[in-house]
């Protein structure tokens, strides 16, 4: 049983589309993130949410939300694609013990912007 | 300039050889992190720390808060070992979300 799972692993679009990567996990867990690493291999938080907060990155461009229809739930809708975007996108859940969150991460979703 | 940064960048070793990748932080942590990612891309946890020592198989993770530094090592290395390891930082300010290093890329050679 896979623990997070994003869907698709790969997405291709053209610029200006508006695209979903959905996110499930089945651990049970109260908060779930967004990660992307760019082409350098760096990763960076995106979104952190459980029932109780939406935490944003200052960075990350107003044409992504994120949206959780339930706790095992958090999908990535990015709007007007941009050639920046592509990225390998990640998503990750824990469950909220004080900072002491050990997160299990999704398998990515490789988005490539024409 | 990073809240992790990580040192070395690019690793290559011999089998059997021990190996350190060394991680410092500039933030309060509510842990440190230590995360493996293979070529295939998938990113699994490997320790979380908050103090002290680790240990699982051949890796062990150490940290020292007051120097705000962590190090992984890998004894008698293998092939099998070669991946990106990333170092995290979790911090309370901003909800425990993960600040990270650049990786460190290690490739073993049989």
């Known amino acids: 049983d896979t623990a997070v799972s994003q869907t698709p692993k790969y997405l291709v679009t053209q610029m200006g589309n508006d695209k979903s990567i959905k996110c499930e996990q089945n651990l049970g867990h109260d908060t779930m993130y967004w990660y992307k690493q760019d082409s350098k291999k760096f990763l960076k938080i995106m979104f952190s949410?459980?029932?109780?907060?939406?935490?944003i990155n200052e960075t990350v461009p107003n044409r992504f939300s994120p949206k959780s229809p339930d706790k095992a739930h958090l999908n990535l809708h990015i709007n007007s694609l941009e050639l920046g975007d592509s990225a390998v996108y990640f998503c990750?859940?824990?469950?909220?013990?004080?900072?002491?969150?050990?997160?299990?991460f999704g398998p990515g979703t490789r988005l490539t912007v024409l | 300039k990073n809240e992790v940064e990580q040192s070395p960048q690019n690793l290559t070793a011999q089998e059997g050889e021990f190996i350190t990748i060394n991680c410092s932080y500039s933030v309060g942590i509510s842990a440190l992190h230590w995360l493996q990612q293979h070529p295939g891309g998938g990113i699994v946890s490997l320790f979380m720390l908050s103090s002290g020592k680790k240990k699982h198989g051949r890796l062990i993770a150490t940290i020292n808060i007051q120097e705000k530094h962590s190090s992984l090592h890998i004894t008698a290395s293998h092939p099998r070992d070669s991946a990106v390891y990333i170092c995290a930082v979790s911090t309370p300010a901003t909800g425990n979300q993960f600040y990270f290093g650049t990786g460190t890329s290690l490739t073993v050679i049989p």
């Open positions: 949410y459980n029932n109780k907060e939406l935490i």
């Open positions: 990750a859940s824990s469950q909220w013990l004080a900072g002491y969150n050990e997160q299990f």
